[in-house]
């Protein structure tokens, strides 16, 4: 038996399962995952930042999406490309836990989060030695508020493999409450997420 994600679990050897099965259906035909961030596509910017915690970066997406596949080229990163991400997260979560069952732990992390960093993704991983009880270290705002990235411990594997769906994991949290600890991160990089140009916009203003 695999054991969970104890503190003997070494920080580069979590493995990092990237969410990038989404459709993009409010981009007005753009894909916000191939949008720039300092000439650099975010799906690609992800990556990189999951490659600086981890070396078992794996990148889930949906079939028939070369742009997203071309932008990841030359990093070191699994691509598992599933039909089931058509379903909605549940089904890209379910199957990239299926692809990496034999881990100890993995974190999740969406792809579209676009504040999320390297030392986020750390502060998370390391909530382990504070909090060792806990089975789920959930990211979460400054003030609280919980999101993403997640850290789930192996124990729950089983229920995220049932998952069907948009549910992104939720129903297995709420069913393990009392065994999630919340990680607080700087601002809301959390739950910021960009799902229209119109966010992505007010996102660059904001940036100049």
Do not use: Y
């Not at 080229?73 to 909605?88: K, M, R, T």
């Amino acid at each position: 038996m695999v054991p969970g994600c104890g503190v003997n679990v070494t920080q580069s050897d979590i493995p990092i399962l990237i969410l990038a099965g989404g459709a993009s259906r409010r981009m007005a035909g753009r894909d916000k995952l191939t949008e720039t961030v300092d000439g650099v596509p975010l799906l690609r910017l992800q990556a990189e930042r999951a490659l600086r915690v981890s070396k078992d970066v794996n990148v889930l997406m949906r079939p028939g999406r070369p742009d997203r596949k071309q932008a990841l080229e030359g990093l070191d990163v699994n691509v598992i490309v599933s039909p089931h991400a058509l379903e909605g997260m549940g089904g890209s979560l379910r199957t990239g836990i299926e692809a990496l069952d034999d881990r100890p732990c993995v974190l999740l992390m969406l792809a579209d989060l676009i504040d999320i960093n390297a030392r986020d993704l750390r502060m998370v991983i390391e909530a382990r030695t504070t909090a060792p009880n806990a089975l789920i270290w959930r990211g979460a705002t400054q003030d609280n508020r919980p999101g993403h990235p997640v850290l789930f411990d192996r124990a729950v594997f089983a229920d995220l493999k049932r998952l069907e769906g948009d549910s992104g994991g939720q129903e297995v949290m709420k069913a393990h409450a009392d065994r999630v600890v919340l990680v607080p991160l700087p601002g809301d990089a959390a739950r910021t997420d960009l799902d229209t140009p119109e966010d992505w916009a007010r996102w660059r203003a904001a940036r100049d």
